[in-house]
């Protein structure tokens, strides 16, 4: 089957226009989409064998329905004046979800800042989360893997970090594998191409999980690149880009899973583009109406990954009414414990600000540290 990328207008792309019909051909380059079930739930092609497994697809299935109401909550916080600036993953839960539902402990996850879904699979507690957006550092020493990085607030800038691990890990001959998550606005960076072209020259094993959602705060994908698809990026770095339905956490797992295990396997990098869209203001900072239509959001309610896994697992006779109710009240309970959690953790000192960035901090900065404090200089 084959499975070339489509122009996004249908027409032929300046990029794939000949250049000269007498010229020879030299290279040609394909891109892969991926996707198993359609928006309403039912099966679009055969699905992969752990889509059987029940209690991994609803473990995936409760995992999203935990984090669509944690940022409820979140962001119900922030407008309280009890939390700073939160980044929601509305409309784009699988992406999360379904790259760490596919990964080892001992590999190293690298989240851009709007990735909650993946630190929480991967254990990190939800009122940690809200300590690191409260602006509380503790946040970020984390339950979830030590070897784990932090949130990322600059953009792309994990991607150099994520080909250093991977470099380190290439080097130290361990099996394990770092997965780089970032935006549609990210690969416009010179970051990310370095990264990846780092990581394609050195074979590394390292996955780079695009979540492309069509926007970077208010600029457009059409205004993001040229290119028909962001995955062909790729191609230039010398590996492998598919893309993949983004909505769909069961085409995310498995495009995960054998990206994961060919790198730990020692075949090089990858790139994934989930394509999905953020159906929520790109942080509580944002009014996305300012940009876009509603009816272009509303057009998009109808592909999003909760209720697309849900129709499946009815279907399947996997996931009753029942069990909805009791995972509603489960989840509830727990961003609840949450949140109070997090609301009763008394803010650390001013100075402590300090406290995290120098071995031995500056004499400017001691200064800063000392008046803060209280201690005066004599
Ligand atoms: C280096 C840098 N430049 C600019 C910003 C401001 N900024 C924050 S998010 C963002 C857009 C990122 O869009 P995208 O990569 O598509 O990720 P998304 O927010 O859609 O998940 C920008 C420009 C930043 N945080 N870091
Ligand atoms: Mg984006």
Redesign the pocket.
């Known amino acids: 089957m084959s499975c070339r990328g489509h122009n996004r207008s249908g027409s032929e792309s300046v990029a794939s226009r000949r250049i000269n019909q007498d010229l020879p051909v030299i290279a040609r380059f394909e891109v892969c989409h991926r996707s198993y079930l359609a928006p309403d739930g039912s099966i679009q092609r055969p699905l992969p064998a752990f889509a059987s497994d029940a209690k991994l697809l609803t473990a995936l299935y409760r995992a999203m329905v935990f984090l669509r109401l944690f940022d409820r909550k979140a962001v119900a916080l922030q407008r309280t004046g009890r939390l700073g600036t939160y980044?929601v993953s509305l409309g784009?839960e699988a992406v999360s979800v379904g790259i760490a539902s596919a990964m080892r402990e001992e590999d190293v996850l690298l989240p851009?800042?709007?990735d909650n879904g993946a630190l929480i699979w991967r254990g990190v507690r939800p009122e940690e989360i809200l300590l690191f957006w409260g602006g509380d550092e503790r946040g970020n020493q984390f339950s979830g893997p030590a070897h784990d990085f932090p949130f990322c607030?600059?953009?792309?800038?994990q991607a150099p970090h994520a080909a250093g691990v991977a470099y380190a890990l290439k080097l130290r001959k361990q099996a394990r594998v770092a997965v780089c998550l970032?935006?549609?606005?990210?690969?416009s960076?010179g970051d990310v191409y370095e990264a990846m072209n780092f990581a394609g020259v050195h074979k590394l094993p390292l996955v780079f999980v695009v979540?492309?959602?069509?926007?970077?705060?208010s600029?457009p994908l059409r205004l993001?690149t040229a290119c028909e698809t962001l995955a062909q990026k790729a191609i230039a770095a010398g590996f492998t880009g598919e893309r993949v339905d983004g909505s769909d956490v069961v085409a995310m797992h498995a495009a995960a899973e054998a990206a994961i295990a060919a790198a730990r396997d020692g075949k090089g990098p990858h790139l994934i583009e989930a394509v999905t869209y953020?159906l929520g203001d790109?942080?509580t900072s944002d009014d996305a109406s300012r940009y876009r239509s509603a009816d272009d959001v509303q057009a998009h309610w109808k592909e999003e990954p909760i209720a697309r896994l849900r129709n499946y697992l009815v279907a399947q006779k996997m996931w009753s009414k029942v069990d909805e109710e009791q995972l509603a009240a489960e989840c509830h309970e727990r961003v609840d414990a949450a949140a109070d959690v997090y609301l009763a953790t008394a803010p650390r000192r001013p100075e402590t600000m300090f406290d995290h960035l120098y071995a031995d901090l500056p004499e400017a900065y001691a200064a800063q540290r000392r008046e803060l404090a209280g201690e005066h200089d004599a």
């Open positions: 980044a784009q851009s800042y709007r607030v600059p953009v792309g800038s970032f935006g549609d606005g990210a690969t960076k979540a492309n959602n069509q926007w970077a705060i600029v993001q953020r790109h942080t």
